[in-house]
């Protein structure tokens, strides 16, 4: 089992920036790929970001590409995503996700393990 804590939302102007943070516990946080995801009120949860194992790779959605980065601390068990240029369409809930797996994971239902999400509100 891994859990997953969010933190870091919060409400920001159009332009301004916030970082969120997902802490795990439970197993080795350095074997699993990380990913974030949001959800807007009567939206799907849509695929935000994610990173492998160990870092090296990334992969991001083409709506936040240039403006959100994602990075893991392993030894602080913690991925984060810095989001830049936020624009209100950006408002939702951000989840983070675990899966136990060496590569880059996109898909929602790959992913094993969810945190209870951190809202962010973008104001215009």
């Known amino acids: 089992q891994v859990q997953l804590v969010e933190s870091g939302g919060g409400l920001v102007q159009a332009g301004g920036s916030l970082r969120l943070s997902c802490a795990a516990s439970?197993?080795?946080?350095?074997?699993?790929?990380m990913g974030w995801f949001r959800q807007a009120p009567g939206k799907e949860r849509d695929f935000v970001a994610a990173?492998?194992?160990?870092?090296?790779?990334?992969y991001y959605a083409d709506s936040v590409k240039g403006r959100f980065t994602i990075s893991r601390g392993n030894a602080k068990n913690t991925v984060y995503l810095q989001m830049n240029s936020l624009k209100p369409e950006d408002t939702a809930v951000y989840y983070c996700?675990?899966?136990?797996?060496?590569?880059?994971?996109?898909?929602?239902?790959?992913?094993?393990?969810w945190g209870q999400g951190t809202q962010v509100t973008v104001s215009s």
């Open positions: 990173i492998s194992w160990g870092g090296g790779s990334t």
């Open positions: 996700a675990a899966v136990y797996s060496t590569r880059v994971h996109r898909k929602r239902d790959e992913y094993d393990y």
């Open positions: 439970g197993r080795t946080f350095s074997s699993y790929a």
